[in-house]
């Protein structure tokens, strides 16, 4: 860990990892005073803010509304999943690895349904890459390589502002020196975003449209002429023109956001996406990659492949892992009214969900782990505050591509990390079960 | 720790210290074996049991980026086979690509007690440390991907032979490695390109360096730096008709110096195009037969469905195009990339028959077992768990027959197969699923049951139907603990993670932090992994004698 400890207390912590976005910059400079984060070098407005406002809004520990002991909300919460018979547990993204890994063994031994913020943003891009896999690459491929990019139904200016300047439009890279003057970018959205003001060329759009264009564009690769004069309300020549660049080029990569997974057509959009850029691949390098991004989501998505097979709505009420997006997805589950209990950590579901599964979400006893007040922690059963990762405790944390990296713990908290409560939880509610009557549900050696 | 064992009454196949099935006496102490027992020692009754040193995988893909990416891309496959939980035991799925809990189970199972996880780039190999925590009982190690590097086909350009040392010494240091892996060297960088190399001679754009010149240089680094494992090396052309020519070429430019060949069998292969594919396992293991230098695991085929992950890009491309299967892709900045494809063999299909009879031609054709070794390079060539069917395969010549029977009838016609008799003895299975691999890592604790060795022991039953005998072991001992006792795993504690520590050769130059983070996308002092970060751990110095 790089530190230098200068006059006045002054500690300044060099390669520091931002829990923010997917670009997981690791390069922040962070500036501590008396345990207090004082300034931050190199991060966007969105890192910055992480860091400079840790300290606000705190959780107190409550259980139901009033104050309480975090050791005696973790009793309450341990009694509420000991008892539930159909449990959720969910959340995940703004944590580190062994957080989630605790969570999952948890989940196992509660027989939960565990699932986290992919099922509502990536997740049909991950059912996507399930279907018909994906041809892709890390950041610093494009960095090093990419003489075209194209932003398709995505806002990098504003999600993940330093994704340009770190990794593709201006970065300069071994056989892209001049940066963007090597480069050219394409943006293709319903409308206008900041991200269109970086673009060479816009396409827009119609609205639910992107399916037919991708395989239009499919068609046409093929040598297929076509007797439409416009698809997605954008002139087949205009498209022809998209094509012709993207097959000309030395090295092309798409990504793609919200814009494809969550408009009609949904995991098919990206279906039709991925494999358009896995075709083009006989007639150059090209490649795409989604644009992941809730802090450490592809971390929670990777843990959870890797320990039950499955990236994201996973169900273990029979004592193995068994996936379903649309049964045991977050959103259906709490739609369909089936979970008794939930654990929500690190993440704010009730502010980010529908009203009918907050509703469902309010209605059961639901215990809230996280550093900050959120809509969840206002109306939870149990509160208990953490430290917040990245930030007052440290962990491991994935970058959009995949690649893995350390998160450091820059300050104290007065509260336990995440791991450590999601432990001691898990410690309790495994002696209930123990204790309790009869020895724990043992399903036997399944063989499908 | 500390506890005290005595394995009594059973035939003990120890090749390394020239043991083959005698009845003998086994003591346990501490962890490893010993000459007699200081404490009470528990006794097991092994009579009428046969007594091994505990499995070693030499080439097998577990748990990486690649592996998980795999596994994330497959949910169709894990729903094969599913594994409830039990008290100290989780839960977990899969056939081709299992999840972790399961893999360390199911190789335990087997009666294996260490395997190397083969493919690994550097700039993951944080997250292969991490998955191999979760991955119970076995011990561990990883292979490092280096045969595309970047900055190693940097300083080859320009001839600086001595910071390729530094650097290689840098990364094992820096990522707790095990050692050198070479995939397709020159031709996963040309990928990049989406192309290829063709011939050993071929430059590499931009870098103008050839696969021959990578092979010599990072054969050179591991022998100066006394590395303990040879180069492991997935040659260039695999799968391609006509590749024996290059694996042949391959083997001779490396003459005189160590070389482990993974996966032979997908190297072995004659025809100048698919119509005209042909077994070359003859020509492969003559060569082998004459050069002891080289060291081979077979990459046997079985029968059914299998994942095909591999740093070899540019094949897996065309397996994409072949089968017309899903395709997963991933390029990784400076260093390698993985391709995977799922893939079925089929007894009826002529090519895939003859790649299954190709792999056991090797294996009955190589004398040596000391340089032959057992793998399916999991998962590519099918899962770990149909070891002991490739066992019973190599014993029983009757059984090799009928599945000869089954198959595409050109096996019979095109292959030396139908004629090769040979049987593989207890003693001889037991050098090509442990002592041999052992000995080729340079493992001097495992693959054996001399004093001072892990005691990590399986007791088999004696059974006829090997295929049973290998798939029932009636005990496994890790680390002198019983982990498993009738079939059921009792004590999943977590195992090491095997690590070299390279010698001394100097540091980087100060240039080089920058040049890292012109090439990267992180920062230089994020990569070196923490050794705080493997909890249970063995590091095994370079240069210690053999």
Redesign the interface.
Known sequence: MAESVAAKGLTVVEGVTCPFCGVTCDDLEVHVVDGKIKEVKNACVLGKDTFLHHLEGWATPRIRGKPATVDECIDAAAEILAKAKYPLIYGLDSTELNAQRKAIELADLIGANIDHTSSVCHAPSLQAVQTVGISSCTVGEVKNRADLIIFWGCNPAEAHPRHPSRYSVTAKGLFTPKGKKDRMVINVDVRPTPTTRMADAFIQIKPNSDYEVFSALRAMLKGHELDQAEVGGVAIDEWKTLLDKMKSSKFGILYWGMGLTMSRGKYLNIVALLTLTQELNRFTKFLAAPMRGHGNVVGMAQVLTWQTGYPFAVNMSRGYPRFNPGEYSVADLLAHGEVDAALIIAGDAIGNFPAKMAEHLMSIPMIAVDPKESETTKVATVVIPTAQAGIAAGGMAYRMDHIPLVMKKVVDSPYPSDHEVLERIFAKVSAMKNGGNGAPASAGRVRG | MGRSLKIVGGEVYDPANGINGAVKEICIEDGKIVDSCKSPAEVIDATNLVVMPGGVDIHTHI?S?AV??A?????ED??????????GI?????FT?????ATGYLYTKMGYTTVMEAANAP??V??TH??LL?IPIVDKGLYILMGNN?FILKYLKAGEMEKVKRYVAWLLRSLKGYGIKLVNPGGVEQW???KDVEGLDDKVY?FDVTPRQILKALSWVNESLGLPHSIHLHANRLGIPNNYLTTLETMQTLEGSRLHMAHLQFHSYGGENWGGFCSKAPEVAEYINAHPHVTTDIGQVVFGDATTVTADGPWQ?RL?KLSKN?????????ET?CG??PYTYREKSYVNAIQWAIGLELFLLIRDPWRVFLSTDHPNGGPFIFYPWIIKLLMDKEFRAEMMKRVHKRVLSDTSLPNLDREYTLSEIAIITRAGPARALGLKHKGHLGVGADADITIYPKDSDREQMFEHPAYVLKDGEIVLREGEIVDSRLGKTLFVVPPDVGEMDPEFKAEFE??????Y??FPI?IQDIPNREAIPAGATR
């Open positions: 748990g980026s998980n990416a596994r994330g891309f497959r949910p894990h729903r094969h086979a599913v594994f409830a939980k039990k008290p989780r839960s977990g799925v899969g690509v299992p999840s972790t809990f700039i993951g944080r997250h991490e998955e979760d970047e990049k390109y989406g931009y491309y994409y899903k395709w997963y892709n991933a390029d990784i900045e400076v990339g995977i494809v012109n090439f990267y996308t992180i920062e002092e994020n923490d």
